[in-house]
C-alpha cells in the first residue's frame, strides 16, 4: 500500500508564494509520474502540472510561467512552488502518483487526501 501525504497550502494574498510538498511512502514501489490537480467548488478537477521520471514536464495554460514541479526521487517527493497568485487559483490542490507496484506486479494510481489554498486579499 502506498500513501501520499501533501503539505503547505494555506491562505495567502493575490501575487503572493506557496510551496506545496507532497511524499509517497510505503514500499515496494516505483513511481513513474507525479502530479498536481486541483479541483474548485462546482468545477471538476483539473490538471495543473505533471512531472514524469525523465523530468519532463507539462503544465495548465493558466498557471504556465507562474508555477514549477519538481521531484526528489530520493525522497519520493514531488513539490510545487506556486508564485503570483491568483484568486482563480483557489481551490484543493491534490497530489498524483502513477506508480509500479512490485508486489502486485502492475501500475497503480494514488491520489493524495488534498490541501486547500486560498488566494484573498
Known amino acids: 500500500q502506498v500513501q501520499l501525504v501533501e503539505s503547505g497550502g494555506g491562505l495567502v494574498q493575490p501575487g503572493g508564494s506557496l510551496r506545496l510538498s507532497c511524499a509517497a511512502s510505503?514500499?515496494?514501489?516505483?513511481?513513474?509520474?507525479l502530479g498536481w490537480y486541483r479541483q474548485a467548488p462546482g468545477k471538476q478537477r483539473e490538471l495543473v502540472a505533471q512531472?514524469?521520471?525523465?523530468?519532463?514536464?507539462n503544465y495548465a495554460d493558466s498557471v504556465k510561467g507562474r508555477f514549477t514541479i519538481s521531484r526528489d526521487n530520493a525522497k519520493n517527493t514531488v513539490y510545487l512552488q506556486m508564485n503570483s497568485l491568483k484568486p482563480e487559483d483557489t481551490a484543493v490542490y491534490y497530489c498524483?502518483?502513477?506508480?509500479?507496484?512490485?508486489?502486485?506486479?502492475?501500475?497503480?494510481?494514488?491520489w493524495g487526501q488534498g490541501t486547500q489554498v486560498t488566494v484573498s486579499s
Open positions: 510505503g514500499s515496494m514501489f516505483s513511481i513513474n509520474t
Open positions: 512531472i514524469r521520471s525523465g523530468g519532463s514536464t
Open positions: 498524483n502518483a502513477r506508480l509500479w507496484d512490485y508486489s502486485s506486479t502492475s501500475w497503480r494510481g494514488y
